[in-house]
Antibody, heavy 121, light 108 residues
Framework: EVQLLESGGGLVQPGGSLKLSCAAS????????MSWVRQAPGKGLEWVSS????????DYAASVMGRFTISRDNSKNTVYLQMNSLRGDDAAFYYC??????????????WGQGTLVTVSS | EIVLTQSPGTLSLSPGERATLSCRAS???????LAWYQQKPGQAPRLLIY???SRATGIPDRFSGSGSGKDFTLTVSRLEPEDFAVYYC?????????FGGGTKVEIK
């Protein structure tokens, strides 16, 4: 069974930084693209960023380009999201996801429980 | 960017009834690259359908997907109590990956 455990969320001031982590188990980690998807409280889903199995390809939503950086450490089965210059509209639950088998731009077949990022002074 | 519009916003039905949810794309979705998710309050979304009509592992056969081009449908043949939730469609295969705004299926 695939398990994804996010951590690193919390309260941060506007303009601040935060680094999210997602530890994965139950899958051959380096064969899957990993993505982050966020959801502001009471709102819909928004794809944030993706990284390929060996990290050679990344992609970002326009809303976070230049401020967020996705990375992974396959020796630790962990994916990260470094978030800089945080704004109020970045406040959301951030979900770690596994992208459908063999795809980079695919469907999200497994989801973590999410970690909450709050941006407020 | 492909914009997905889901309708209706809210669907009020009784257990045992049929639910029909619509997802319309702003441009044609190539190669049937469309997925559906279910989200219950306080939970993460769960994949239901990918490739327009392929059920994910463990998804009961009362859930079915159909459509092509710009118009897609998720059907729940007979609503069970656990099916009352919010449903999202998502296109994939090109960046940015986008979701529809969701349809809430509530108990009438």
């Amino acid at each position: 069974e695939v398990q994804l455990l996010e951590s690193g969320g919390g309260l941060v001031q506007p303009g601040g930084s935060l680094k999210l982590s997602c530890a994965a188990s139950g899958l051959t980690f380096n064969t899957y693209t990993m993505s982050w998807v966020r959801q502001a409280p009471g709102k819909g889903l928004e794809w944030v960023s993706s990284i390929s199995g060996f990290g050679g390809r990344t992609d970002y939503a326009a809303s976070v380009m230049g401020r967020f950086t996705i990375s992974r450490d396959n020796s630790k089965n962990t994916v990260y999201l470094q978030m800089n210059s945080l704004r109020g509209d970045d406040a959301a639950f951030y979900y770690c996801t596994v992208v459908g088998s063999g795809w980079f731009e695919g469907w999200f077949q497994n989801w973590g429980q999410g970690t909450l990022v709050t941006v407020s002074s | 960017e492909i914009v997905l519009t889901q309708s209706p916003g809210t669907l009020s039905l009784s257990p045992g009834e049929r639910a029909t949810l619509s997802c319309r794309a702003s441009q044609s979705v190539s190669n049937s690259y469309l997925a559906w998710y279910q989200q219950k309050p306080g939970q993460a979304p769960r994949l239901l359908i990918y490739g327009v009509s392929s059920r994910a592992t463990g998804i009961p056969d009362r859930f079915s997907g159909s459509g092509s081009g710009k118009d897609f449908t998720l059907t729940v043949s007979r609503l069970e109590p656990e099916d009352f939730a919010v449903y999202y469609c998502q296109h994939y295969g090109s960046s940015p990956l986008t979701f529809g705004g969701g349809t809430k299926v509530e108990i009438k």
